[in-house]
């Protein structure tokens, strides 16, 4: 699986975007971006995946390059409670690669009132 | 509803003893993961249950012994602790397709302290 690069830590303010970028300039073809995140003190939460189309769901957004070595996940308006590590994964989805999520250190996003 | 719970979400205990730790899932998922998040918060897999039957088996010592009654569960027993095994390990189950498995729901954690 292809090796990630997330800066370790970010600010944002509440009620702001928050953007944050994660380097996977190893990814292959059939390699997802997965994004979770983790409240202290509590386990990952999935927020959305994609493989080359940017995607939406109700928690967040992501945004993939066109060559697909960088994304940016997107919290549209950061509140105090999106306070956490969040992780970029990148996964293989088929073959016997399935299911191995490895998260490296992650960014720390901290939202501030 | 609680969705993946462990037992216990702490465990204080002496290098040398024998420990379980348990998961359960009600989340109709049929597969299930066993992974260790070390003191630098760097998360790795250790194994995983399709229906009862183990999918992944990374490189972990036969220390590390997982069991799956069922497929709604999962425990974890580690003989002859050492002093490296202290970590938070996490429970997660997903339902099995191509991109479903990586859609992981994750319990709340168990704090492994060897002393």
């Known amino acids: 699986d292809a090796k990630t690069t997330q800066p370790p830590s970010m600010d944002c303010a509440e009620g702001r975007a928050a953007n944050l970028p994660c380097n996977h300039s190893t990814i292959s073809g059939n390699e997802y971006v997965y994004w979770y995140r983790q409240i202290h003190s509590q386990g990952p939460q999935y927020i959305i995946h994609g493989l080359k189309n940017n995607e939406t769901n109700e928690m967040a957004s992501l945004i993939i390059t066109e060559d697909r070595k960088s994304s940016t996940l997107i919290l549209p308006h950061a509140t105090l409670r999106d306070t956490a590590v969040y992780y970029c994964?990148?996964?293989?989805?088929?073959?016997?690669?399935?299911?191995?999520?490895?998260f490296g250190q992650g960014t720390i996003l901290t939202v501030h009132p | 509803d609680t969705a993946v719970s462990q037992t216990p979400k702490y465990l204080v205990t002496q290098m040398g003893n024998d420990k379980s730790i348990k998961c359960e899932q009600n989340?109709?998922?049929?597969?299930m993961y066993w992974y260790k998040q070390d003191s630098k918060k760097f998360l790795k897999i250790m194994f995983s249950?399709?229906?009862?039957?183990?999918?992944i088996n990374e490189t972990v010592p036969n220390r590390f012994s997982p069991k799956s009654p069922d497929k709604a569960h999962l425990n974890l027993h580690i003989n002859s602790l050492e002093l490296g095994d202290s970590a938070v390990y996490f429970c997660?189950?997903?339902?099995?397709?191509?991109?479903?498995?990586?859609?992981?729901?994750f319990g709340p954690g168990t704090r492994l302290t060897v002393l």
């Open positions: 989340l109709g998922h049929d597969t």
């Open positions: 249950y399709n229906n009862k039957e183990l999918i």
């Open positions: 994964s990148v996964v293989n989805a088929g073959g016997t690669s399935y299911g191995k999520l490895t």
């Open positions: 997660a189950s997903s339902q099995a397709s191509a991109l479903r498995y990586n859609e992981q729901f």
